[in-house]
């Protein structure tokens, strides 16, 4: 059993930034793609981030390149996302996931693992 568990959310203004972490545990292992999701509220839940299981891979959601940045430490076995330029439209509900290839992890049904997710707000 994986657990992913993220932290670093809250409540933010238009432009400002947050930095979330996700912390694996269980049976982790650093050969698997990590990335993130989120959901608004009322919305289908959306491809973000991924990176590949050495980092060397990295892949984006349209509606954030430029402004997010993902990155993994396999030695701690932690996935971060940094958000810069929050804009209202990226409220939602934030999620870690844990995928076993990097090509498929840009949807819901290739994810292994999730985490409970961590709330996102802009708002101003």
């Known amino acids: 059993q994986v657990q992913l568990e993220e932290s670093g959310g809250g409540l933010v203004q238009p432009g400002d930034s947050l930095r979330l972490s996700c912390a694996a545990s269980?049976?982790?292992?650093?050969?698997?793609?990590m990335g993130w999701f989120r959901q608004a509220p009322g919305k289908e839940r959306e491809f973000v981030a991924r990176i590949s299981w050495d980092g060397g891979v990295i892949s984006y959601a349209d509606f954030v390149k430029g402004r997010f940045t993902i990155s993994r430490d396999n030695n701690k076995n932690t996935v971060s996302l940094q958000m810069n330029d929050l804009k209202p439209e990226d409220t939602a509900i934030y999620y870690c996931v844990r995928g076993h290839n990097f090509i498929h992890l840009n949807a819901t049904t290739s994810v292994e693992y999730w985490g409970q997710g961590t709330q996102v707000t802009v708002s101003s």
């Open positions: 269980g049976r982790t292992s650093p050969s698997r793609a």
